[in-house]
C-alpha cells in the first residue's frame, strides 16, 4: 500500500514539474516588431483581367525593430491573410470572389469558419517566398490587405508563438506587420470615399487616410 501511494506521490509530482517547466512566466512579456516587406504592382489604375502582383521574399533570419534583435525562423511556418473591399458606388466586404488568383510562387489556400478566409502561403517552410496574382474580374475601387494569419493571434492568447527561447508571454501585434511598398500604398485613392453600409442601414462607412494604411493595405482602381 505504501509502495503504491509513493509511485501516484512521484507520478504526480513529475507531471507538476513538467507543466512548470513547459509554462510561461505570467510576469514577463515580450512585444515583437518584425516588418514584412510587401511588394504590389505599383499602379493607381488596373484594367479587367489585368494582374496585380503581391509579392514576398523574407529570409529566415528576421530583425526585431525593438529590440534590435534578430530571431531564427528556420523551421518556423509563417503565413498571411487576404482581405479585399470593394469601395465605390456599391460597397462590398469581402470582395475577393471579384478576383481570380493565381499563385505563380507559394501557394493559396481558403479557410471556411465563420468567414472564408484566404490565406497566402510561401513555397516552402524554409523558402520564404511567394509571388500571387490578383486578377479582377469587375471595375471599381479596391482596398486590399495582407497581414499574418488569424492562427498568429490565436498562438498569442494560447502562449504558444514559441518565437524566442524564453519563459515570458509573446506578443506579435500591434508592431508586427507586412509594410507595403516602402509606405507608398496608393491610398488616396478611397481617401474620403463614404457608402452606406447597406441599403437599409444609415450608418456611413468611409475610407481616411491613416499610418495603418501602410501595414499591408494597398489600394487601388479598375476599369473596363
Known amino acids: 500500500m505504501l509502495f503504491m501511494m509513493y509511485k501516484i506521490y512521484t507520478l504526480l509530482l513529475s507531471l507538476f514539474l513538467a507543466a512548470a517547466c513547459g ?23 488596373f484594367s479587367v483581367g489585368d494582374t496585380i502582383w503581391y509579392e514576398m521574399d523574407l529570409p529566415n533570419q528576421l530583425l526585431d525593430k525593438n529590440s534590435g534583435n534578430y530571431f531564427d525562423f528556420t523551421n ?64 471599381g475601387c479596391y482596398d486590399s490587405s495582407i497581414r499574418l494569419a488569424n492562427i498568429f493571434i490565436d498562438k498569442e492568447k494560447n502562449k504558444d508563438l514559441n518565437i524566442g527561447n524564453t519563459d515570458c508571454w509573446e506578443y506579435l501585434w500591434p508592431d508586427t506587420y507586412a509594410f507595403t511598398n516602402n509606405g507608398q500604398s496608393n491610398h488616396y485613392i478611397v481617401d474620403g470615399v463614404c457608402q452606406y453600409y447597406s441599403a437599409s442601414d444609415s450608418r456611413l462607412a468611409c475610407s481616411v487616410d491613416s499610418v495603418h494604411f501602410t501595414k499591408g493595405a494597398y489600394a487601388f482602381c479598375v476599369k473596363d
Do not use: M, R
Not at 510576469?27 to 516588418?35: D, T, V
Open 76 to 139: 518556423y511556418e509563417l503565413f498571411f491573410d487576404l482581405s479585399t473591399s470593394k469601395i465605390d458606388t456599391d460597397v462590398v466586404y469581402g470582395a475577393t470572389h471579384l478576383f481570380e488568383i493565381y499563385a505563380e510562387v507559394g501557394k493559396v489556400t481558403k479557410e471556411v469558419s465563420s468567414f472564408v478566409y484566404t490565406h497566402f502561403h510561401f513555397k516552402s517552410i524554409n523558402e520564404k517566398q511567394f509571388k500571387i496574382g490578383l486578377i479582377p474580374k469587375k471595375k
Open 23 to 45: 509554462s510561461k512566466d505570467p510576469g514577463c512579456s515580450i512585444k515583437y516588431g518584425f516588418e514584412f516587406p510587401l511588394s504590389v504592382t505599383p499602379n493607381d489604375v
